[in-house]
């Protein structure tokens, strides 16, 4: 049964496996709490709506009665997570759903860098740093006045940089501390620290 949960980025490390290093990447899990649970005959699919991450402002007054009916204090997101065995409203998901040793995807929202050139976006080479240049980080030809006598769509040019969705697939949970509620997990996860992912296990 696939789970999910929700979680913060704290920040990378690393770990000894004897004399080999490993980088790590440790996420705080607080309490993802249930605020509804979604079935297919009322809304067409099984899922549950949680409250997660830490509250930064005032909600508005919508969605501080959506908390009040269930009974749950405000937090910063709601999001909807797999169906969870014995869920209902109120209840509480902890890092305890989540087992060492299994591989899990992590989604997060990668850092925005803005409008930038194409060898930061798209690792271009650059030009000759010699005389007689005198472009050396532009982009060069992009297409010529002959037949078609455009640009084609999705040639690489300078643009937008970051701030999207990406998946990491295939990372392993090396470690749970129940108490502290982290998961550290082999490898890094896009994001900025203090950062929303989600762990998805499979």
Do not use: W
Not at 4 to 25: C, H, P
Not at 112 to 125: A, Y
Not at 142 to 147: A, E, L, T
Request: aromatic fraction near 4%; hydrophobic fraction near 35%; charged fraction near 25%.
């Amino acid at each position: 049964m696939a789970l999910a949960l929700y979680g913060t980025k704290v920040g990378m490390t690393r770990i000894y496996d004897g004399d080999t290093a490993i980088a790590v990447t440790v996420v705080e899990v607080q309490s993802n709490d249930v605020v509804e649970v979604k079935t297919g005959e009322k809304h067409g699919y099984a899922a549950l709506k949680v409250a997660v991450g830490p509250r930064k402002r005032k909600p508005t007054k919508a969605l501080a009665g959506e908390y009040k009916k269930a009974d749950v204090a405000p937090r910063r997101f709601l999001r909807e997570i797999p169906l969870v065995e014995g869920a209902e409203i109120g209840r509480k998901l902890t890092v305890e759903i989540l087992e060492v040793g299994k591989i899990v995807d992590v989604v997060g929202q990668t850092k925005g860098r803005g409008f930038t050139g194409v060898m930061k976006r798209h690792n271009f080479s650059g030009h000759k740093a010699t005389h007689g240049t005198s472009k050396h980080r532009g982009p060069g030809s992009i297409g010529c006045r002959m037949d078609p006598g455009k640009v084609f769509k999705n040639k690489r040019m300078a643009g937008h940089y970051g701030d999207e969705q990406v998946t990491v697939r295939n990372l392993t949970i090396v470690s749970v501390d129940k108490d502290k509620n982290l998961v550290v997990l082999k490898g890094a996860i896009p994001g900025p620290n203090g950062g929303l992912v989600a762990i998805k296990q499979h």
